[in-house]
């Protein structure tokens, strides 16, 4: 389909084309094996200028949209999703800064996300997971800036990101209402990190704990002000689950291209595998689900972009649809490819294993079905 995308779109979606297939390409495999960080590859892409395209034209960035970004994502995760979230889990880290942080911090820490320093987000906690409101890490207010302590699980870059955002309680009477977010540089004393968790799939990105034992930060790391942490944090994965969407959109896309070359050449009964109706039935339905997949995920994002203030429920509806169209297109090409699909020596494999995640991080598609069910019934009362 036509999106009419900009000349510049079409520039950074070639130029990230090109940069999956001829230097992520080579080496996914070998990540996925070695559980591998690709610090050489963001490296790469840093100096492609790619990690300025969701930055402010004011602190050295493109001044891209969500459009923008989820355009290089899905070109990334269409050969590697791993070497993909590695890259949008930096933009998630930067939204607290961008949409809340004060001028000092953005001037401080935005350029040097710019020119490639890799950030992350801190919300989940070993009880806090869909219930983002039970977190327990904590940060104490005193003269020289504030204490934090506890512990985050399951974060993304963590450990490979040099600037973190991180939600803490600040008033622990107040619940939710009690969160403020912070900003915490990696080598700050009394900050660690845990092992690198082994996961089914985008084994290439880190997934750490990060651990605060009295870790002091400075009084002006806090974003915004005392008690909008929960808003900042809310706010911050409305914009990112776009990225989530368009992860999720080029696993599929790169599954049912492998789908499509495999069953071209592999032939059974005398013919190619692609002749048989069952298989271009499921060829046909990967395709279906992908474009409109792919048009609810353009769409979202440019809505984010046209500066509407509440996008909830639409964000949540693209993360959700395309993740399970992720799922559902990778399991099919599994199945068509037979044997080889099963087998490590064809991608096919790692691609399903890597779509499961899409249903699961930045807000379980459950959970999300919740929120877009209160969204719908906000809009019922207001009609009322």
Not at 127 to 156: M, V
Not at 218 to 239: Q, R, T, Y
């Amino acid at each position: 389909m036509e999106y009419f995308l900009t000349e510049e779109q079409k520039t950074l979606k070639s130029l990230a084309h090109r940069i999956a297939e001829e230097r992520i390409l080579p080496v996914r495999a070998e990540l996925d094996e070695k559980e591998q960080f690709p610090t050489d590859l963001l490296k790469e892409m840093a100096a492609s200028d790619l990690f300025r395209v969701f930055i402010p034209e004011k602190y050295e960035g493109l001044g891209g949209g969500s459009l923008d970004l989820c355009l290089i994502v899905e070109e990334l995760s269409r050969v590697c999703s791993a070497v993909a979230v590695s890259y949008a889990a930096t933009a998630l880290g930067a939204y607290a800064i961008i949409l809340y942080g004060t001028e000092e911090q953005k001037q401080k820490y935005l350029p040097a996300i710019a020119s490639g320093k890799i950030a992350a987000f801190g919300l989940t906690e070993p009880t806090a997971g869909s219930d983002a409101s039970g977190i327990k890490t904590t940060a104490q207010k005193t003269p020289e800036g504030y204490i934090l302590n506890g512990t985050k699980q399951f974060i993304t870059n963590g450990g490979d990101a040099e600037i973190y955002t991180i939600i803490a309680l600040t008033d622990k009477t107040r619940g939710a209402r009690g969160a403020s977010a912070f900003i915490v540089e990696k080598d700050t004393p009394g900050f660690t990190f845990g092992k690198k968790e082994k996961k089914i799939g985008i084994r290439a990105s880190s997934t750490r704990e990060l651990i605060f034992r009295n870790c002091l930060i400075p009084a002006e790391n806090l974003i915004s002000k005392e008690g909008m942490g929960f808003i900042v944090a809310m706010k911050v994965l409305d914009n990112s689950r776009p990225g989530i969407s368009a992860q999720a959109l080029g696993i599929a896309q790169g599954a049912m291209e492998t789908a499509v070359d495999y069953t071209r050449q592999r032939i059974q009964f005398g013919q190619p595998l692609i002749s048989l109706p069952v298989v271009q039935y499921k060829l046909a339905d990967m395709a279906l689900n992908i474009e409109a997949a792919r048009a609810l995920v353009y769409a979202v994002a440019r809505t984010i972009d046209s500066g509407v203030k509440s996008f909830t429920e639409e964000s949540a509806m693209a993360k959700v649809f395309a993740s399970d169209v992720a799922m559902r297109v990778t399991t099919d090409a599994v199945q068509i490819c037979g044997g080889a699909g099963y087998m490590r020596d064809y991608p096919l494999e790692k691609m399903m294993r890597d779509a499961k995640i899409t249903q699961i991080y930045e807000g379980s598609n459950e959970v999300l079905h919740n929120a877009i069910a209160i969204e719908l019934r906000k809009r019922k009362g207001k009609r009322e």
